[in-house]
Each structure stands twice: as C-alpha cells, then as structure tokens.
C-alpha cells in the first residue's frame, strides 16, 4: 500500500524559533500534497495544497507566510512554521495522492507534533 | 449548514456488536466517499472508498451510499476492542479540483 512518512513526529520549540516538517511518499510520487492541521478532539482542517513545482494554494484564514510550503520533488513536500508561537503548538498531517492516476485517495503521514513553549 | 454533518459521539458499544456510523452531506455535487480510521496521536487511514450508491464490503466493514438522501454510512461487524478509534466520513467532488471535506469524526469505544 502507499506509504506517507512526517518527520519529525513530534518537536518543542521555543517561541519565535522556525520549525520545518518534511513529507515524503515513499513508494508512489505524489503529485500533490495536502497539509492539515488538528485540535485535540476536532477534525482535520486543511491549511494548503501543495503541487509539485508550483506554488502552494492556502486556504482561508491561513497564513501563508507564517506556514511556508515546499513541494519541490514528487516525494517530498516541507512546511516550515516561521517565528512560531505557543498558539500554532498542534498536531499537523500531510497527505498524499497521485492525481495522475485519477483516484481521489489521499494517503496521510503519521503527523508530526508541535509544541512551541 | 456545514457540507458535510457528522455526530461526534463518543458511541461506547460492547465487543461483538454491530457498529453504524453516519454522514449526510449537503450538496448532490459531491461524489467520492470515503472513510477513514484515526488512532489517537496517529494520521488517519483509509478504510473505504467509493464513487457509487450501494453497498461495498471489505472484510468486517461494509460502506453504504445513498445519493437520494445524501447519506453514508459505515457498518462495522463483530466490533473488537481494537477498534476504537475516531471514524471520520470524507467527501469530494468529481470536478473543480480535489478538495476533500472531512466530518467532525465519530468517536468509537468497544468495551470488552
């Protein structure tokens, strides 16, 4: 099946420090990752689309230059979390497809937790 | 009204029973669903996909989509303690790109 690894899975930071989070596909290239963010108890919300070689589309309400997104091959896609602030502390998930294939399965990472003291 | 209404329990059953987990959605739009299965501290994984109105079983589970009524479910037999987890319904459209929409996830608890 198709594998998605995040690391770190879990770092503290200290507040105005930057944190970057890598995403990998590890046996499918992935056209396109998504990245999404996770309050105790509450379901995933989707902070931005990322396509490999192009810029990132943020959703509503997110920064985009707070949470800068690379996508620069077809396994890997980084979100760095610039100047962070207990507030962005979270657990934050990647997700996976090949639009190629024309299937709508997205294949998430494990999430990476955030704490930011 | 949200796209896409899911209840998000906690539901507590005993082991053996027959879970059934639900979804409505808003807009006849959408297409593609799916259900995911998300342990605590974990990346949710995919369950079940599936583009069409009926039923489609995979071992213990069973999906169900009724496009009429804008409505899915998930059937869940011979519940075991391992599966409790929180369930969350996806949607997506067919066309204008490949938003997924996620419900609030159901939290599942099967007693021993």
């Known amino acids: 099946g198709a594998v998605v690894s995040q690391h770190p899975s879990w770092v503290i930071c200290k507040s105005g420090t930057s944190v970057k989070i890598e995403c990998r596909s590890l046996?499918?290239?992935?056209?396109?990752m998504f990245w999404y963010r996770q309050f105790p108890k509450q379901s995933l919300m989707l902070m931005a689309t990322?396509?490999?070689?192009?810029?990132?589309?943020?959703e509503q309400g997110v920064e985009k230059d707070k949470f800068l997104i690379n996508h620069a091959s077809l396994t890997l896609s980084t979100l760095t979390v610039t100047s962070a602030h207990p507030e962005d502390s979270s657990f934050y998930i990647c997700?996976?497809?090949?639009?190629?294939?024309?299937?709508?399965?997205?294949?998430f990472g494990p999430g990476t937790r955030l704490t930011v003291t | 009204q949200k796209e896409v209404e899911q209840d998000p329990g906690p539901l507590s059953v005993p082991e053996g029973a027959i879970v059934s987990l639900n979804c409505t959605y808003s807009?006849?739009?959408?297409?593609?669903f799916m259900w995911y299965r998300q342990y605590s501290r974990k990346g949710p994984e995919l369950l079940m996909y599936?583009?069409?109105?009926g039923n489609k079983e995979d071992g213990r589970f069973t999906a169900q989509v009724d496009k009429s009524s804008k409505y899915i479910s998930l059937f869940i037999r011979d519940s075991q303690p391992s599966d409790s987890a929180t369930y969350l319904c996806?949607?997506?459209?067919?066309?204008?790109?490949?938003?997924?929409?996620f419900g609030a996830g159901t939290r599942l608890f099967v007693k021993a």
């Open positions: 997700s996976a497809r090949d639009q190629r294939t024309g299937k709508s399965e997205q294949y």
């Open positions: 599936t583009y069409s109105s």
């Open positions: 046996d499918f290239q992935a056209t396109t």
């Open positions: 990322s396509n490999e070689g192009s810029k990132a589309t943020y």
């Open positions: 807009n006849s739009a959408f297409q593609y």
């Open positions: 996806a949607i997506e459209r067919g066309t204008g790109g490949f938003k997924t929409i």
